[in-house]
């Protein structure tokens, strides 16, 4: 099972909305509406920020977001914080009953 | 609240195995999978395999296929991943997480450093 593809990194200003991308395939992706999000803090364990593509846990911000089309997830962040500075994991259930995570991408906020 | 606590730091030799554990404790244990999540240093999360704490099935990754087993102890709520004929690229934080279809609830993380 291959890494699902986000990019490298991407950046933002404060109060400004950026956008991740995950593109996988038909047997992940795009085959199924558990697309997860993850948010690490260096040194820190992942945390849950989207789940089932556009749900959010409680007590996680309504400026984080998702979405999917097709083969390609996407978290947006709008209102950009300092401390949303972090790197940002998709996830998603496949068609062999596993998980594939992302490559992870690097958010500086300018 | 959920919480997961794993053992301790580990430091293997080559070939040797290792045994990873996760506390859980807030909710019935029986009700989520528990996945192991595995970070290398500087690289991204990689998932390792999930077991049914309802009734101990198993999913491994293929990679990991006959090296790595799952179990859990449903009298204590703690689940359990060893992994054994250990190299230098297993050199890794290992999480454990509470599972549906995300990683809902985290462990804080095993280092598992493996040098000669």
């Known amino acids: 099972q291959s890494a699902l593809t986000q990019p490298a990194s991407v950046s933002g200003s404060p109060g400004q909305s950026i956008t991740i991308s995950c593109t996988g395939t038909s047997s992940d992706v795009g085959g199924y509406n558990y697309v997860s999000w993850y948010q690490q803090h260096p040194g820190k364990a992942p945390k849950l920020m989207i789940y089932?593509?556009?749900k959010r846990p409680s007590g996680v911000s309504n400026r984080f977001s998702g979405s999917k089309s097709g083969n390609t997830a996407s978290l947006t962040i709008s209102g950009l914080q300092a401390e949303d500075e972090a790197d940002y994991y998709c996830?998603?259930?496949?068609?062999?009953?596993?998980?594939?995570f992302g490559g992870g991408t690097k958010l500086t906020v300018l | 609240q959920v919480q997961l606590v794993q053992s301790g730091a580990e430091v293997k030799k080559p070939g040797a195995s290792v045994k990873v554990s996760c506390k859980a404790s807030g909710y019935t244990f029986t009700s989520y999978g528990i996945s192991w999540v595995r970070q290398a240093p500087g690289q991204g999360l990689e998932w390792m395999g999930w077991?049914?704490?309802?009734?101990?099935?198993?999913n491994y990754a293929q990679k990991l296929q006959g090296r790595v087993t799952m179990t859990t102890d449903t009298s204590t709520s703690t689940a359990y991943m060893e992994l054994r004929s250990l190299r230098s690229d297993d050199t890794a934080v290992y999480y454990c997480?509470?599972?549906?279809?995300?990683?809902?609830?985290w462990g804080q993380g095993t280092l598992v450093t493996v040098s000669s």
């Open positions: 997480a509470t599972t549906i279809q995300s990683f809902d609830y």
């Open positions: 077991i049914s704490a309802y009734n101990g099935n198993t």
């Open positions: 089932d593509v556009s």
């Open positions: 996830s998603s259930y496949t068609s062999s009953s596993t998980w594939v």
